[in-house]
C-alpha cells in the first residue's frame, strides 16, 4: 500500500540556520503531495502542495519539489525563524482518497 | 481558514461507554473525513464520507462507525470506548475529493480510562 516515510526528529537548530525535512513515498500511480504544519495545541495547516512530478511547491519561505525519480518531497527552507517551531508532516493524496501520512518531525527554533 | 469546528474540544470518558465526536463545517464542501494522530503514527484516515449518506472505511476503521444526514455535519461514533482509542481527533473537508487539499479542524483530544 502507500506510504510516506520522514526524518525522525526532533531537529533543533539555530535561528536563520538552513532546514531540510526529508521525505520519501511509495505509492502507485501519480499522488499528489503535500507539507502540513502542526503549531501547539492546533490541527494541521496546509505549508505546500505538489500535484505532478517536479512540480515545486513553496510558501512562507519554505519549498518541496515532487521528485518522481527519487520518490521525494523534501521540505527545505533557507533561513529559520523562532516561529517556524511546528511538527511538520508529510503527506501523499493518491486517487482512491487515500491519504497517508508521515510520523511528523518536531522542529525548535532556538534564537 | 477553513470553516470547521469540532466538538467536544476535550473529552473523559470510562471503558465500554459510547462516545459520538461532532464535526460542522461552514464551506459546503462535498468531502469530510476523520483521522486519528497518535505519536510515531502521524494520521491515519479513520472513516470518510463523499457526500450525505455516503460513506467509506479508511484505514483504522475497526470500533468506529460515522454518519452523515446533512452536509454540513458528520459523526464519529465509537459504540463502546476502549482504552486503544485514547486519542487526537481530526476532521478534515475537501472540495472534490481525490487529490484535492484537504483543511483540517481543531482537533477533538479523548482520553478513555
Known amino acids: 500500500g502507500n506510504s510516506v516515510t520522514q526524518m525522525e526528529g526532533p531537529v533543533t537548530l539555530s535561528e536563520e540556520a538552513f532546514l531540510t525535512i526529508n521525505c520519501t513515498y511509495t505509492a502507485t500511480g501519480y499522488p499528489s503531495l503535500f507539507w502540513y504544519v502542526q503549531y501547539p495545541g492546533e490541527g494541521l495547516q496546509l505549508l505546500l502542495k505538489a500535484t505532478k512530478a517536479d512540480d515545486k511547491g513553496s510558501n512562507k519561505g519554505f519549498e518541496a519539489t515532487y521528485r518522481k525519480e527519487t520518490t521525494s518531497f523534501h521540505l527545505e527552507k533557507g533561513s529559520v525563524q523562532v516561529s517556524d517551531s511546528a511538527v511538520y508532516f508529510c503527506?501523499?493524496?493518491?486517487?482512491?482518497?487515500?491519504?497517508?501520512f508521515g510520523a511528523g518531525t518536531r522542529l525548535t527554533v532556538k534564537p | 481558514d477553513a470553516g470547521i469546528t469540532q466538538s467536544p474540544r476535550h473529552k473523559v470518558t470510562e471503558t465500554g461507554t459510547p462516545v459520538t465526536l461532532r464535526c460542522h463545517q461552514t464551506?459546503?464542501?462535498?468531502?469530510m473525513y476523520w483521522y486519528r494522530q497518535d505519536p510515531g503514527h502521524g494520521l491515519r484516515l479513520i472513516h470518510y464520507?463523499?457526500?450525505?449518506?455516503?460513506?467509506d472505511k479508511g484505514e483504522v476503521s475497526d470500533g468506529y462507525s460515522v454518519s452523515r444526514s446533512k452536509t454540513e455535519d458528520f459523526l464519529l461514533t465509537l459504540e463502546s470506548a476502549t482504552s486503544s482509542q485514547t486519542s487526537v481527533y481530526f476532521c478534515?473537508?475537501?472540495?472534490?475529493?481525490?487529490?484535492?487539499?484537504?483543511?483540517f479542524g481543531p482537533g477533538t483530544r479523548l482520553l478513555v480510562l
Open positions: 478534515a473537508i475537501s472540495e472534490q475529493g481525490e487529490t484535492e487539499t484537504q483543511y
Open positions: 503527506a501523499l493524496l493518491s486517487h482512491n482518497n487515500d491519504m497517508r
Open positions: 464551506e459546503n464542501h462535498r468531502y
Open positions: 464520507s463523499y457526500g450525505v449518506k455516503d460513506t
